[in-house]
C-alpha cells in the first residue's frame, strides 16, 4: 500500500526538506530551519537578531502568533514524481529556558545542528503547535486531521532515498532492471528506449517508471514495511542476488 495522506504529511515536514514561513500580519515569507518533534510539533531554529525572528515575535500582551509552514517535496531524480507540498497551520512561541533545553535535545535528534549550541543568545527555537494540516498533491488538497498526523511516522528511508536510488543504479543495475522486468512483464534489454526504473522508494516499496507504451508509473510493494536501511538490505539481497532466488520474501505488484 502508498503511504497515507498523514504519513507524507509527517516526512514532508520532518526538516529533511527546506520550508518557508508565513507568519500572519507580518512581512515575509521566510527561510526557515526547522524538524519536527516526536509528537509532530514544528521547531523553527532562527538567529535571534534576524528578519524572521522579529517576524516570530509575538504582539506584546499576547504569547504566539499565528503562522503557516509551506513545504514542498524535492524529488530525488529528474522525472520523479513529487510527493506533494505539505502546509501545516498553527501557533508559534519562541522557547526558553528548560523548554529550550529539551527542544534543542529534540531538533539535535533529527538535525544535530552546531548553532543549537547557541540556542538562548545567537539563536532562538520556536515551538508551532499544529492546528490544520494541508496536503497538496496532484492538483489536489487533503484535509490531514491533526491527530492522524500527530500518530503518523516519517518515512525511515526518506533522508537517504536519494543515495539509496544512486547505489541501486550504480551498482546492482542490471539485477534490478531484470527483476523489475519481470514483475512488471515489460520487454526484454531491448524491447524499448525506456527500460523500468526505480524513481523513488519508501518503507513500503518501490515507484518505478515505466517503459514507453504503458502508465507514466507503477508500485512494487515490499511483503512489509521496513523500520529501516539494513532490513532494506536485507529484503532486497534475494532480489539482487539470483542465488539466493525464492528463499527470502520479495516486492509484488500492486
Request: aromatic fraction near 4%; glycine fraction near 10%.
Amino acid at each position: 500500500m502508498p503511504p497515507t495522506p498523514a504519513e507524507l504529511a509527517r516526512t514532508l515536514a520532518a526538516g529533511r526538506l527546506p520550508g518557508v514561513a508565513h507568519v500572519a500580519f507580518r512581512p515575509g515569507p521566510h527561510p526557515v530551519r526547522h524538524v519536527t518533534d516526536p509528537l509532530g510539533r514544528v521547531l523553527l531554529l532562527v538567529p535571534s537578531a534576524g528578519r524572521a525572528a522579529r517576524a516570530l515575535r509575538p504582539e506584546p500582551g499576547v504569547d504566539d502568533a499565528a503562522i503557516v509552514l509551506d513545504v514542498p517535496d524535492v524529488p530525488p531524480l529528474p522525472g520523479a514524481p513529487g510527493l506533494g507540498r505539505v502546509r501545516i497551520s498553527g501557533w508559534v512561541s519562541p522557547l526558553a529556558g528548560e523548554a529550550a533545553r529539551e527542544a534543542a535535545l529534540q531538533y539535535a535528534d533529527v538535525d544535530p545542528a552546531g548553532d543549537l549550541l547557541d540556542v538562548g543568545r545567537a539563536f532562538t527555537l520556536h515551538r508551532v503547535e499544529v492546528a490544520e494540516v494541508r496536503l497538496e498533491r496532484g492538483g489536489t488538497t487533503v484535509e490531514v486531521d491533526p491527530d492522524d498526523y500527530r500518530d503518523a511516522e516519517p518515512d525511515p528511508l526518506h533522508a537517504v532515498e536519494a543515495e539509496l536510488l544512486a547505489d541501486l543504479a550504480g551498482h546492482h543495475g542490471p539485477e534490478l532492471g531484470d527483476y523489475l522486468r519481470r514483475q512488471l512483464r515489460v520487454a526484454g534489454r531491448d524491447g524499448g528506449p525506456e527500460p523500468p526504473r526505480v524513481v523513488r522508494l519508501d518503507r513500503y516499496g518501490f515507484v518505478v517508471a515505466l517503459g514507453a507504451g504503458r502508465a507514466p508509473y507503477a508500485r512494487l510493494a515490499f511483503p512489509h514495511p521496513v523500520r529501516d536501511r539494513a532490513e532494506l538490505a536485507r529484503l532486497l539481497h534475494p532480489v539482487l542476488c539470483r542465488r539466493c532466488a525464492g528463499r527470502c520474501g520479495r516486492p509484488s505488484e500492486t
